[in-house]
């Protein structure tokens, strides 16, 4: 059973530009068909599109926020996925018409940080573009770019960072699969020195720095990977029961269900985004019980007494949790 983002309003975009910028990675570009401004959008917004075979999916925006006249995402064309991928880089062309929804940002640029610390896996390079963009258009705080990737045939924007502008502010990295290769970023994590960090990529990355940055505000280190990887603890999920605590009805939890998926299909709205414990969307208060924590937002002290209920689970039999009106 899967879940859909609450139904946002989506409207038709013109597809002006199609092209493959990586071995199975491919650029999208929409348009007003009528050349009208687009909405505007900040740093590391995503927009929700649906696809030629009808399901909507949600991608982040690459390009620079000052740009009104078009929005810019980058696809990795999925064999193993849903087929959501795979459908709109196959069997869209350019000139077809797409409904896609305005932007919305669950990963913004956020304080006053004295730098910024940005770390991509993969096409979890999308939203940092986009940032990289604005902060260079402004004249913003410094940064410093790692971005860690298969080989150098799978790196999408790999010309462009790879040019003189970036020199000293980008790391790029390949591991050619092996994990023994891996970067080490423990010297990057290993002294706040006032940063924020901005991380998106593979669940395992995001876990990685995660453990690499407890001596961290939590407030300055930020996470996204829009659901598409779920922690690994899943294949030993066991069932247990949500009690609520203002009704009493009790919610049973399957194995392989989330908690977020058992309330919506048991008729109460939970607000929610990315689906998978980066963008604090579904927090709920924890009234009683003992929670397995999966997400990568709250902090220890938070963990006390709320919940991230898209993809955290019980520890106990039973959990009680406080559902907003």
């Known amino acids: 059973m899967a879940t859909t983002p609450d139904a946002v309003p989506m409207s038709a975009l013109e597809v002006t530009a199609l092209d493959a910028i990586a071995k199975g990675i491919y650029r999208i570009e929409f348009a007003h068909p009528e050349g009208a401004e687009l909405a505007e959008f900040t740093p590391g917004a995503h927009l929700h599109v649906q696809v030629p075979n009808g399901q909507v999916r949600r991608y982040s925006l690459c390009n620079d926020p000052e740009e009104r006249h078009r929005y810019v995402i ?31 940002n669950d990963f913004e640029l956020k304080g006053n940080p004295a730098r910024y610390v940005f770390i991509a896996g993969g096409i979890g390079i999308t ?6 963009h604005h902060l260079r258009a402004t004249g913003g ?6 971005y860690l990737t298969r080989d150098a045939e799978q790196t999408a924007f790999l010309d462009e960072l790879g040019g003189p502008e970036y020199r000293g502010k980008v790391v790029i990295h390949h591991d050619q699969g092996e994990p023994d290769n891996a970067y080490d970023l423990w010297p990057v994590l290993e002294q706040p020195k006032g940063a924020h960090i901005y991380c998106c990529g593979p ?14 505000s939590s407030a300055s280190v930020h996470f996204e990977d829009f659901g598409t990887h779920k922690p690994a603890a899943m294949q030993d999920d066991k069932p247990f029961t949500v009690r609520l605590s203002k009704t009493g009805e009790a919610v049973p939890i399957p194995a392989g269900v989330s908690i977020l998926e058992a309330l919506r299909t048991n008729g109460h709205h939970v607000p929610y985004s990315c689906g998978s414990g980066t963008c604090g969307s579904c927090r709920t208060r924890l009234v009683e019980g ?15 007494d709320n919940i991230m209920v898209c993809v955290s689970r019980a520890c106990s039999a039973e959990l009680v949790i406080d559902l907003p009106e």
């Open 74 to 104: 980058a696809v990795k064309r999925e064999e193993a996925g849903s087929g959501g991928s795979k459908s709109l880089t196959d069997e869209t062309r350019v000139g077809d018409e797409l409904q896609v929804s305005e932007p919305h």
């Open 127 to 132: 939203p940092i573009m986009s940032m990289i």
């Open 141 to 146: 705080k410094p940064f410093k770019l790692y």
């Open 203 to 216: 669940r395992g990355l995001m876990e990685a720095v995660r453990d690499m940055t407890g001596h961290w």
């Open 290 to 304: 003992e929670a397995e924590h999966r997400d990568l937002v709250l902090s220890e002290a938070e963990r006390q």
